[in-house]
């Protein structure tokens, strides 16, 4: 017998439920940190979608069925839109053939050539699946070419101990690695004399919140340089985003010798590389770095669908002008509230909402979410060529009825 309207539960009570369920059989609810409740909304009681069940261009359906607005874009591993028809046909096709064998896909050959054509430092390339492996191959490689220990670091580069000062990791294994705050010319000087004639690496995520300055980058070509270290961009984020090859193509005409893609390459699909020179390349020889996926079809199909779409259309320069009417617009949306202690802060194409109080940030995103918008918490929220002129305007207005919603909240009290 059917419930009563007034029975059915709520789309929060579902989104609990969910949420409930997750917790019981995944650590912290789930596998991605990032997409953990505490990650999503900062508080472990906040009211919030965790799970998804279907997404197509810039919008996503929860589990408990509310259809949202999506400015995260899979953290920024969704550039063209969820579910693109040209990936999409591309990925299926793969399937259909089968995407992967005892042998390397022939797409591993075609995408690598299509990339070495593309990327500034590129003659040579490794694929794998996830970000933090692309990094942690990238050091690795760098290792085994120069024969030295030390990397001295600036980013974030995944979850994989040679870089992380976690629970877990014994000292001993982070030992060489030495992380300094981004754009601080001085401090990267520091920590590489420290390294001497040991220092391997210097890896750096070119952009962290903002552009650096130019003499950061030239300060960090020139060290290794000198000390016949290797250099490496982890253009993770900003591959396929800024420019096609990151900021290395964006920036000016400093080239790292190795440089990481993932996310936005293969729009969602499970897909990283490592680039650099042969010269370096070519110590992967030298080392063991393999994963039994890492040249399935389908990943690869996709990236090859993402650059046919960067060959069709200027991608990137779209991204741009998409990420500077969304953040322009919710820029609009603050200043019109009148509310303090919210600032807009990055680039276009990956702008983020910065809050003073985390409590008054969390308000933000629920009230959002009733509103029918997601927006990332903390960096970044990431411009789609699926957010047309609605969604912009849909997700300004959410903002802009977020703020004033809590500033009314704030006059009640």
């Not at 589990?63 to 063209?80: I, K, P």
């Not at 600036?154 to 979850?159: H, I, L, R, S, T």
């Not at 440089?259 to 390459?265: N, P, Y």
């Not at 994963?291 to 779409?309: E, I």
Request: with cysteine.
């Amino acid at each position: 017998m059917p419930m009563d309207s007034d029975e059915l539960p709520t789309e929060i009570e579902l989104d609990r439920e969910w949420r409930e369920r997750a917790e019981a059989v995944i650590p912290g609810g789930a596998s991605t940190g990032s997409k953990r409740v505490e990650a999503l909304y900062g508080s472990a009681d906040a009211a919030g979608p965790t799970h998804f069940v279907r997404a197509s261009g810039c919008h996503l359906e929860s589990a408990a069925g509310r259809t949202l607005l999506d400015c995260s874009m899979a953290l920024g591993a969704v550039a063209l839109g969820y579910g693109d028809e040209r990936v999409s046909r591309a990925v299926l096709s793969a399937i259909g053939a089968g995407h992967v064998s005892g042998l390397s896909s022939a797409l591993e050959v075609e995408v690598a050539e299509r990339l070495c054509n593309l990327i500034p430092c590129a003659e040579q390339i490794r694929f794998l699946k996830s970000g933090a492996e692309a990094v942690a191959a990238a050091v690795r490689i760098a290792r085994a070419a120069t024969g030295r220990a030390r990397v001295v670091g600036c980013g974030y580069f995944g979850w994989l101990d040679w870089c992380s000062d976690s629970s877990g990791v014994p000292p001993g294994v982070r030992a060489d690695y030495a992380a300094v705050p981004f754009d601080d010319v001085d401090a990267l000087q520091a920590a590489a004399d420290a390294a001497g004639t040991d220092l391997a690496a210097i890896v750096i995520e070119p952009v962290v919140e903002r552009l650096p300055s130019e003499e950061w980058i030239r300060r960090a070509r020139t060290i290794c340089d000198r000390a016949g270290a290797v250099l490496v961009f982890d253009e993770i984020k900003t591959g396929f985003r800024l420019a096609l090859a990151g900021y290395q193509e964006y920036g000016g005409d400093v080239e790292p010798d190795l440089a990481t893609f993932g996310k936005a390459m293969a729009n969602g699909f499970p897909l990283s590389a490592v680039a650099g020179r042969s010269a370096i390349m070519e110590a992967a020889r030298d080392t063991w770095i393999s994963s039994t996926l890492a040249s399935d079809g389908a990943a690869l199909a996709a990236a090859g669908a993402v650059l046919d779409a960067h060959e069709e259309t200027e991608v990137c320069d779209e991204l741009w002008s998409i990420g500077k009417q969304l953040r322009e617009g919710v820029e609009a949306a603050v200043r019109a509230s009148g509310i303090r202690g919210v600032t807009v802060a990055g680039i276009d194409p990956m702008w983020f909402l910065k809050f003073d109080d985390p409590a008054l940030e969390t308000r933000f995103l629920e009230h959002a979410i009733g509103l029918g918008v997601l927006f990332k918490r903390g960096p970044y929220n990431f411009a789609s060529l699926a957010h047309d002129d609605e969604a912009i305007a849909e997700i300004e207005r959410a903002a802009s009825t977020a703020l004033v919603e809590i500033m009314e909240e704030d006059r009640h009290r």
